[in-house]
């Protein structure tokens, strides 16, 4: 991979990255697109499938994560993608240095997946220096991601632009996500009470969070599946937790329904 990079970048090709863990959906090929068209005809739009080990702070969710590799590739043909970089594993047997971060990974998703974020940015590390891209493409599905991402680059001066996607949602509002095949029953129907969370948080700008925040608790977990795990509101930055629910901050919320956990965010 990263012999057939640096030969794209002695052509003068530009390379845009777009890092996933398989089983794409809507949301991917959106980000896919916007690579796209960020290139051009000229560039080079890499997919990466990886599904990451070492974000997996649960071995079960592991397991049982989506794998469907021939359907992914159909996608990325479909949408012209010049590379799928699909490895069978990034890591020697006795890897032992990767990339932390110690500010905006000890919080929320941090706290509820110890360890999440330092695969995250790890693997993320590896598939830059494999690739060598221009740019990068995420989504706002995973808000902290997003972030955590961003100072990533800024801190340890990567020399790429991160770009970041909408998230995508089905009909009746729920976030694509490749979990979202893991939602059987009527779990999948429970599921859309995150975005309906998210969409009755905007109705109460000016409130004290801790009174929303028990509310849409409460209101999340009349499903009889679902089990909230947090909610907050923060400043879209440095991701501060904040007392008042304000215009222009955002809602990150995280809930297993049933046996899958699911994340959600949106901007207020
Ligand atoms: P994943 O394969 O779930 O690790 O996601 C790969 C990339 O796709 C990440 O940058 C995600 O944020 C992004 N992504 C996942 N779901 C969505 C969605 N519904 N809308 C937009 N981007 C998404």
Redesign the pocket.
Do not use: C, N, W, Y
């Given at each position: 991979m990263q012999r057939q990079a640096i030969a794209w970048r002695k052509a003068g090709r530009r390379v845009v990255l777009?890092?996933?863990?398989?089983?794409?959906?809507d949301?991917?090929r959106?980000?896919i697109n916007m690579a796209r068209k960020k290139v051009k005809t000229n560039g080079i739009v890499v997919v990466s499938i990886y599904v990451n080990p070492k974000q997996f702070n649960d071995p079960k969710d592991l397991k049982d994560y989506p794998r469907t590799l021939s359907a992914d590739k159909k996608l990325c043909r479909e949408e012209s993608v010049d590379m799928v970089f699909a490895p069978n594993t990034l890591y020697e047997k006795d890897v032992s240095a990767g990339v932390k971060e110690d500010d905006l990974t000890t919080r929320l998703e941090g706290l509820h997946r110890p360890g999440h974020f330092a695969g995250v940015m790890t693997v993320v590390a590896k598939l830059f220096n494999l690739v060598l891209p221009d740019f990068s493409?995420?989504?706002?599905?995973?808000f902290q991601?997003?972030t955590v991402i961003k100072r990533m680059v800024r801190d340890l001066d990567y020399p790429i632009s991160i770009l970041v996607?909408?998230?995508?949602?089905e009909a009746d509002g729920l976030?694509?996500?490749?979990r979202n095949v893991l939602l059987t029953g009527d779990l999948r129907d429970q599921a859309t009470v995150l975005s309906r969370a998210i969409e009755l948080s905007r109705q109460s700008l000016g409130s004290r969070a801790v009174d929303i925040k028990r509310k849409l608790k409460r209101f999340i977990e009349k499903q009889p599946d679902a089990q909230v795990d947090y909610i907050e509101f923060v400043d879209t930055i440095n991701l501060n937790p904040l007392k008042t629910v304000k215009k222009g901050s955002r809602i990150l919320l995280a809930a297993k329904i049933g046996p899958v956990r699911l994340i959600d965010n949106g901007l207020l």
């Open positions: 777009v890092p996933t863990m398989g089983a794409l959906h949301g991917h959106r980000l493409v995420f989504g706002e599905k995973d991601q997003v996607g909408p998230t995508v949602r976030a694509m996500s490749s």
